[in-house]
């Protein structure tokens, strides 16, 4: 019940085109669900994060989109350029353990010029 | 303002030994965390501690520990190294203020190999 379930594992994208990345939960005491997006040698930075009472965040190319009743929520990155080329990682944490988050497997993202 | 700083950046230990990382939060955040990154597991949580205390314990052997002090720095132990420990430890801090959502910010990671 502790897990996030992201998909897909790895994707290519030519330059100007969408990434979408997907992710699912079961904990219903998850309340608060960032993105970070990690280069290698790198630790992971945040990009942007939802809160379960909006359906979808937007913050310049990218974009949460949430779904309540369905446990799901993606990642859109539009116009995606080849310096998005990256290791794209959604989690969840709930109120009583903000502290600790829960990661996705991870999704390699390529962008092909 | 500076970011989480973490040292060392890289070590190599032999299986048996014990090793010391040390995190350094940003300026005003007390609350640490500890993560495990593999490619085989992912990012896997391992701790936090917020003004001194342990709130929160991962699913870990109890070889891995650690220890937060008054300055918030935080530092983790790993006792009787075995191979399958070696990976990227990263930690994060955040304000963490009870039941208020805050953000983490990662450090770069300190990147373990065990021989």
């Known amino acids: 019940q502790q897990q996030v379930k992201q998909s897909p594992q790895s994707l290519i994208v030519q330059k100007g085109g969408i990434s979408i990345i997907n992710c699912a939960y079961e904990?219903?005491?998850?309340?608060?669900f960032p993105w970070y997006q990690q280069f290698p040698g790198k630790g992971p930075a945040l990009l942007i994060a939802?809160?379960?009472?909006?359906s979808e965040k937007k913050e310049g190319r990218f974009t949460i989109s949430f779904n309540k009743s369905a446990k799901q929520f993606s990642l859109h990155i539009m116009d995606s350029q080849p310096g998005d080329s990256a290791t794209y990682f959604c989690a969840a944490s709930s109120s009583g353990n903000t502290g600790k988050l829960i990661f996705g497997q991870g999704t390699t993202l390529q962008v092909k010029p | 303002k500076a970011g989480v700083t973490q040292t060392p950046r890289y070590l190599i230990k032999t299986r048996g030994q014990q090793v010391t990382l040390s995190c350094s939060p940003i300026s005003g955040h007390r609350s640490v965390s500890w993560y495990q990154q593999t490619p085989g597991q992912g990012l896997q949580f391992l701790f936090e501690y917020f003004s001194e205390t342990q709130r929160n314990k991962g699913n870990f052997p109890g070889r891995f520990s650690g220890r937060q002090f008054s300055n918030s720095r935080s530092e983790m132990n790993v006792s009787t190294l075995e191979l399958g420990d070696s990976a990227l430890y990263l930690c994060?801090?955040?304000?963490?203020?009870?039941?208020?959502?805050?953000?983490?910010?990662f450090g770069q990671g300190t990147r373990l190999t065990v021989v």
């Open positions: 939802i809160r379960p009472d909006v």
């Open positions: 904990n219903t005491a998850f309340d608060y």
């Open positions: 994060a801090s955040s304000v963490g203020r009870d039941r208020v959502r805050t953000e983490a910010f």
